[in-house]
T-cell receptor, first 115, second 111 residues
C-alpha cells in the first residue's frame, strides 16, 4: 500500500503568490482531512471530506484558503494570495471511516514557507 | 478552554524507565481516543487507539481510559531511545469524524 501521497514535499513562495497543495488518499478510504501544523498552534484541522463532499470547513482560516476533492483519489488545498503567516506544515490524512476503524493515516506533509 | 489538553513537557526519562503521558478532554460524550507518535520532521503515526474504559496493552505501550474523569493516558514501559518523540493525544467528537489533537508532549529517553 503506497499510503497517503502529498506533493510537493517542500514549497517556497513569495507573499501574494498562489500555492496549491495536492493529496492522494489511500485507495478505498472515504474520508480525507487537511491539517496545518505550527509550533504555536499545534495540529489544526482545516477541512474534511466524506465521499468527495466537504463536510466541515470551519477550520479554514479565511477566504484565501479553498479545498476541493474532484474525485476519490485526489484533493487540493489552495491558498490565494499566500501570506508569511501561512508558513506551516500541511498534512493530508485519510480514513476508512468505518466505526471502530476510524483511525487517520497521515501523509508526509508539505512544508510551506511564504517569504 | 482547549478541547484536549496534555501534560506539559518536555518529559525526560532514563532508558528502561516508564514514561507516563496524560491527556484530558472536554467533550463528555467523546467516543474514540488515540495516541499518535510524531518524530521530529515526520508525520504523526498512530500507535494506540482505545474506545472502552480500562486498559489496553500493545507491546510496551498501555493506554488507559476513564470516561467518567474524561482522562486518557499512555504508559511506555522499558523506554528506549527510539521512543524519543512527541506524543499527540487525539479525541474523536461525538457527532462527526473530526479529531481534536492536544498540543503534544515531547519525550526524551536518555541512554
Amino acid at each position: 500500500d503506497a499510503g497517503v501521497i502529498q506533493s510537493p514535499r517542500h514549497e517556497v513562495t513569495e507573499m501574494g503568490q498562489e500555492v496549491t497543495l495536492r493529496c492522494k488518499p489511500i485507495s478505498g478510504h472515504d474520508y480525507l482531512f487537511w491539517y496545518r501544523q505550527t509550533m504555536m498552534r499545534g495540529l489544526e484541522l482545516l477541512i474534511y471530506f466524506n465521499n468527495n463532499v466537504p463536510i466541515d470547513d470551519s477550520g479554514m482560516p479565511e477566504d484565501r484558503f479553498s479545498a476541493k476533492m474532484p474525485n476519490a483519489s485526489f484533493s487540493t488545498l489552495k491558498i490565494q494570495p499566500s501570506e508569511p503567516r501561512d508558513s506551516a506544515v500541511y498534512f493530508c490524512a485519510s480514513s476508512p471511516g468505518l466505526a471502530g476503524v476510524e483511525t487517520q493515516y497521515f501523509g508526509p506533509g508539505t512544508r510551506l514557507l511564504v517569504l | 478552554q482547549k478541547e484536549v489538553e496534555q501534560n506539559s513537557g518536555p518529559l525526560s526519562v532514563p532508558e528502561g524507565a516508564i514514561a507516563s503521558l496524560n491527556c484530558t478532554y472536554s467533550d463528555r460524550v467523546s467516543q474514540s481516543f488515540f495516541w499518535y507518535r510524531q518524530y521530529s520532521g515526520k508525520s504523526p503515526e498512530l500507535i494506540m487507539s482505545i474506545y472502552s474504559n480500562g486498559d489496553k496493552e500493545d507491546g510496551r505501550f498501555t493506554a488507559q481510559l476513564n470516561k467518567a474523569s474524561q482522562y486518557v493516558s499512555l504508559l511506555i514501559r522499558d523506554s528506549q531511545p527510539s521512543d524519543s518523540a512527541t506524543y499527540l493525544c487525539a479525541v474523536r467528537g461525538s457527532n462527526d469524524y473530526k479529531l481534536s489533537f492536544g498540543a503534544g508532549t515531547t519525550v526524551t529517553v536518555r541512554a
